[in-house]
């Protein structure tokens, strides 16, 4: 595609619930980022994907989120149980390869209420 | 830890005028710097990327410099209009996994 589609732009989830967010890198992108943006913050990592081997999750918050590429291309971001801490605006990024430019999606706003 | 400072948190200028914008990071190992944009409910544009060798970047109005030793980048735009208003956001690439570490942003005001 001609940029990194993600979908749903907007999702209110009551606490508890389970969320999926989807991610659609731009197509050839190797590489896949998640991130999740806080209000009035930058953006901070969650967890990286080379194809669709998950390299590093180290910023993955707690054992509810869960993030998978099983076919080296959409990605998805699953939260588990969802709690209020958990709102925020999601951003996916792929690039080329890792060290290249970045280029992101218009990201999720999850809120949970 | 790298971590990654901007200053100003906000900015207000009158539309022509040129300005600056700081980023600053503790650890000099990166691979390079990238600047973006992102407008109020969207996500990020990026608009500048500086390899580590590179001393300076530009594109349009637009020209970012790095300073890798004193760990400081600037992004100078010229001639400010209103539609350059937005937060401006600068991230460092280092480590192994090429991950972005982000600062808080500057919010940029351009008035007419």
């Known amino acids: 595609g001609a940029g990194v589609s993600q979908s749903p732009r907007y999702k209110v989830a009551k606490r508890g619930q389970d969320v999926a967010l989807r991610c659609d890198p731009i197509?050839?992108?190797?590489?896949l980022f998640w991130y999740q943006q806080a209000l009035g913050q930058g953006p901070e990592f969650l967890t990286y994907f080379q194809n669709e081997a998950q390299l590093d999750k180290s910023g993955l918050p707690s054992d509810r989120f869960f993030a998978e590429r099983p076919e080296g291309s959409v990605s998805t971001l699953k939260i588990q149980r969802t709690q209020q801490e958990d709102s925020a605006v999601y951003l996916c990024a792929s690039s080329f390869e890792a060290y290249t430019e970045a280029f992101f999606g218009q990201g999720t706003r999850l809120t949970v209420v | 830890k790298q971590e990654v400072t901007q200053i100003p948190a906000a900015l207000s200028v009158p539309e022509g005028e040129n300005l600056v914008l700081n980023c600053s990071f503790t650890d000099s190992a990166i691979y390079n710097l990238q600047w973006f944009r992102q407008d109020p409910g969207k996500g990020l544009t990026s608009l500048l990327l500086?390899?580590?060798?590179?001393r300076e970047q530009t594109s349009g109005r637009l020209n970012a410099s790095l300073d890798k030793s004193s760990g400081r980048s600037t992004l100078y735009i010229a001639a400010s209009q209103p539609g350059d208003s937005a937060t401006y956001l600068c991230a460092v690439r280092s480590g192994n996994t090429g991950k972005l570490i982000f600062g808080q942003g500057t919010t940029l005001q351009v008035k007419p």
């Open positions: 500086i390899q580590s060798s590179q």
């Open positions: 197509s050839g992108h190797v590489s």
